[in-house]
Nanobody, 128 residues
Framework: QVQLVESGGGSVQAGGSLRLSCAASGYTLSSGCMGWFRQAPGNEREWVAS????????RYADSVKGRFTISQDNAKNTVYLQMSSLKPEDTAMYYC?????????????????????WGQGTQVTVSS
């Protein structure tokens, strides 16, 4: 049984940083595609970033490019999202997700229904 457990969310002022973690069990990070999504109240779930293989192959939404970094430690089976220069519009519930490796290189990675497994989410709140 695959389980994804996020941690590291919290409240921070604009310009600050947070690092989210997602610990996976029953799933091998190096064999699939790992991603982060976020969802603010009243909004659809939005793809943020994804990585596959050793974690060197990464992609980012334009809204976070240059500020967020996705990485993974395959030995710990954990994926991270380092968030810097946070803005109030980054406020959302952040979800870790996993799916087949081939999804990472296709535009379909943007669609939540393409992803097979989800964590329970961790809240990030950025105040101005």
């Amino acid at each position: 049984q695959v389980q994804l457990v996020e941690s590291g969310g919290g409240s921070v002022q604009a310009g600050g940083s947070l690092r989210l973690s997602c610990a996976a069990s029953g799933y091998t990070l190096s064999s699939g595609c790992m991603g982060w999504f976020r969802q603010a109240p009243g909004n659809e779930r939005e793809w943020v970033a994804s990585a596959y293989g050793s974690g060197d192959n990464t992609r980012y939404a334009d809204s976070v490019k240059g500020r967020f970094t996705i990485s993974q430690d395959n030995a710990k089976n954990t994926v991270y999202l380092q968030m810097s220069s946070l803005k109030p519009e980054d406020t959302a519930m952040y979800y870790c997700a996993a799916t087949s490796a081939w999804v990472c290189v296709l535009a379909s990675r943007l669609r939540p229904r393409t992803w097979d497994y989800w964590g329970q989410g961790t809240q990030v709140t950025v105040s101005s």
